[in-house]
């Protein structure tokens, strides 16, 4: 039997939820899509929430409610989901890749810094890996920041929710994210005016006037999955935090995701590792041998697709980086196996 990298976790509550929402006999966006919204917004101190169809929806209505335009540029990270690639070429604007910092692997303020030029409409940061990154110094450079929390629901920092500090922020209910939906996304705001606008853009049906909007909607059946998946964060958590205790007692400072800083609190989305001697590649086919799922954190930094871009730490990590199974389904014997693959290859480092 392989361990997977990850497996959904869902219970009756989930099951029970669907079912009522099917008896309703109202399955579009109606009153479970509001109260995912609005408890999510609570969740990470947002005034409004606003579900669409996807995190890449999500982005793509966040950079247009921030009036990002055709030939302007958006700063983003290539250690990324090329989601945030796709919705930057959504609005016809131009991508510009950051390196990233070695600290928390996330975006690096200093290259944020260098790549800022006067065509600079809106930056794009996020915490991959569950991880939060160093968000409030590119905050400070005064472009507006979109913060995506897609990876990183429930993670801190100074005690206070990542998705707080963008100007918009972000998340996404992709299947196998801390809140596995299947699909969907979130839009997060304080700004009354842009929150208006995200609600009339998601939607084109039965309007006053005629502007280019698009179909967006969540709908009552998946709000219904993310809210139970929400209720159950901290059961989620919990296991997840049992399971890298576990880890951690072999692998030690191998760990660099979560790194442990108590002011900037992963929610233990991936446990991320390296090893001295061996490649990523290397890794995930011992990992193959032994029966157990290990992935690269992410499957090509977006830089990579094109010719001239060099990012000197995203290119290291990614040779190195796997991620290892970590999530709440897990069982004690799946838990135990990759223990003991790490006990194999880590414990003499
Ligand atoms: C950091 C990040 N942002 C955005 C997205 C896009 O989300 P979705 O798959 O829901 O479109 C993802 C990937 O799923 C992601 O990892």
Redesign the pocket.
Known sequence: MIVPHYRPSFSIREITAVRDVIDSGHIAQGKRVAELEFALAEFIEKKFGIAV???????TLALKALKVLPGDEVIIPAY??T??WH?VKAVDAIPVFADIELKYWNLDPGDVKRKMTTKTKAV?F???FGQPGKILDVIDFGVPVIE?????IGAQINDQPAGRFGSVS?G???A??VIGAG???IIFTNDKTLENYLRDVREYDEKETLFPRVNAKMNDITASIALEQLRRLPEFTARRKQIFKQYESVLKDRVLIPVRDSGFQSNLYRCIVSHPEKTAEELIQLGKENGITLRKPVYKPIHMYFKGNNLKNTESAWKKQVSLPIFPDMTDFEVNRVNNFLKQHFSQL
Do not use: R, V
């Open positions: 169809s996807s995190g890449t929806s999500a982005l990324t989901c989601a945030l919705a794009i996020p915490h991959m995506d929390i897609a990876q990183s972000i996404s209910f992709y196998t994210k699909e969907g996304g």
